[in-house]
């Protein structure tokens, strides 16, 4: 249950706003994380000098009782935290409070609690509070700290509320109330130079959207870049969907070179590259491609090349980057610093698990800054799952795909590597539609429409050396050997 009144005052946040709803679900993933049992928001109410519930998550009762209650600043845990402005741990002492959950505790009180406060350009405008009513449970210090930084996150998306509220009020005085100024008022907001506007209109529209429902609406074009073994763009399947075409020369011991060649032709030296592409324009009939091969003739290739690719992709910021290959941690380590620039520069790196992990799962899927992309056998072309706890968190459909072959035709294949870019053309689909979402938001998009596994199940396919893996294949009206 939510205070309304009390957000709509202070946050300019209405029941009807999906700015209730990231507040809501920023409560549940403090609870989730710190393996609590109720998450409250106290406003600050200057007048008064006190906290009050504005909205609590975790117990519908609870919630019901504790709306509207007070905390005067310095008492208890939750009013020390709002006078000293750091973050108090430990069991509650500030008994005036009515409770009605009646578990853990004689007094039904909580057991354990960590409270932090809202800052703002250093002005106090709340504090967030989880507790667990568990007997003996305690909170511990790497809790703190997590906790600090979620606070941080939350004072900041809040404060963004309050100034989007002053910015619609005020272009609402100034212009017609037309749909359009209306979409661009909702979209308006405080954020730093240089960052992109996050429409939490998007957000919402895209956790409710079907994915076959996308595929026959209108989209933008989104740009796909495919590293890889190149593509052959005259396959039938792929035919206008290159926009350009490049490889990078790596000779040993020199600097690589990334020369452009001529489109719609076929730049497929393996087959590898033109068999991912495909899996692309299946999913995202707006898809645009850039084919960069990083690759050889016999899918091996270096870390040189890798590298100069990725800063060709970040000096041209395509949206979509897919890289059905699995670096070594060497090579990861100069990757890094380049998939981190992406997630800033809001580009989204897809990446393939090793197919046969050995002592890592391959780079760069297991960065965080990147989608990590594990393969199993499903029936449905959507269907997606998610296992969380592990470094590679999205399982696709990778088992006996049916894909285009280069000089025309198709095979069948196997591997992470065509799991991988049935998630990058699910994010391409779901940025032409919905084009402000942000690589978390992307990544949450996703969770929402998976499915949960606790453990893969997926067949493994043994992994040729150097940064790629190898796919069984089995060709089909190709005129391959």
């Known amino acids: 249950m939510t205070d309304q009144p009390l957000l709509s005052t202070y946050f300019g946040i209405l029941p009807q706003m999906p700015e209730s709803m990231i507040l809501r679900l920023l409560i549940e993933t403090a609870i989730q994380v710190l393996d609590a049992d109720e998450g409250s928001l106290l406003v600050y109410d200057e007048p008064s000098q006190s906290l009050r519930f504005a909205m609590t998550v975790g117990n519908e009762e609870s919630a019901a009782k504790l709306a509207g209650q007070s905390v005067p600043i310095g008492k208890g845990l939750v009013g020390l935290a709002a006078l000293s402005r750091e973050v108090q741990v430990g069991a509650p002492t500030f008994h005036d409070v009515k409770q009605t959950r ?11 609690e960590i409270v932090a406060p809202m800052i703002v350009a250093d002005a106090l405008i709340g504090v967030l509070t989880v507790v667990s009513f568990r007997r003996g449970k305690r909170f511990t210090g790497a809790d703190h700290a997590l906790r600090r930084r979620r606070e941080r996150a ?10 989007d509220r002053q910015d619609r009020e005020a272009r609402s005085r100034r212009a017609a109330t037309s749909r359009a100024d209306a979409v661009r008022t909702r979209r308006a907001g405080r954020r730093r130079p240089g960052s992109s506007p996050m429409s939490t209109d998007d957000l919402v529209k895209a956790l409710g959207c079907r994915f076959d429902a996308l595929q026959r609406r209108k989209l933008a074009p989104v740009d796909v870049a495919i590293l890889d073994s190149g593509v052959d ?71 040189d090349a890798l590298v100069a690719a990725l800063d060709m992709v970040l000096t041209n910021k395509w949206r979509v980057v897919n890289m059905s290959l699995a670096a070594s941690a060497a090579v990861g380590r100069r990757l890094s610093p380049y998939c981190e620039r992406a997630y800033y520069q809001n580009q989204i790196i897809v990446a393939a698990q090793r197919n046969f992990p050995i002592e890592d799962n391959g780079f760069p899927a297991e960065f965080s800054s990147s989608i990590g992309v594990d393969f199993e056998a499903f029936k449905a072309p959507f269907e997606l799952h998610y296992r969380g706890g592990r470094p590679i968190e999205y399982i696709a459909p990778g088992d006996q795909v049916t894909v285009a072959a280069p000089g025309g035709g198709y095979t069948v294949m196997t591997g992470t590597s065509f799991a991988t870019p049935a998630v990058a053309g699910l994010c391409a689909l779901l940025l032409g539609a919905y084009r402000s979402l942000h690589p978390f938001e992307l990544k949450t998009v996703l969770k929402a429409h998976a499915s949960r596994v606790r453990e893969p199940r997926s067949p493994r396919v043994k992994e040729k050396s150097g940064p790629q893996r190898s796919e069984k294949t089995k060709s089909r009206k190709t005129g391959r050997k």
């Not at 850039?290 to 899918?299: A, F, H, M, S, T």
């Open 102 to 112: 009646k578990k853990g505790g004689r007094t039904g009180e909580p057991e354990a």
């Open 154 to 163: 939350l004072a900041r998306r809040a404060e963004d509320f309050r100034i």
């Open 233 to 303: 763009a005259t396959h039938a399947d792929l035919a206008g969907r290159e926009i350009s075409t490049f490889r990078v020369e790596a000779a040993e011991g020199a600097t690589p070179s990334i020369i452009r060649i001529p489109e719609r032709i076929n730049n497929d030296t393996y087959g590898h590259g033109t068999a991912v592409a495909s899996i692309i324009a299946k999913i995202a009939p707006n898809a645009r491609f850039i084919d960069l091969r990083v690759l050889d003739p016999k899918n091996g290739g270096t870390g």
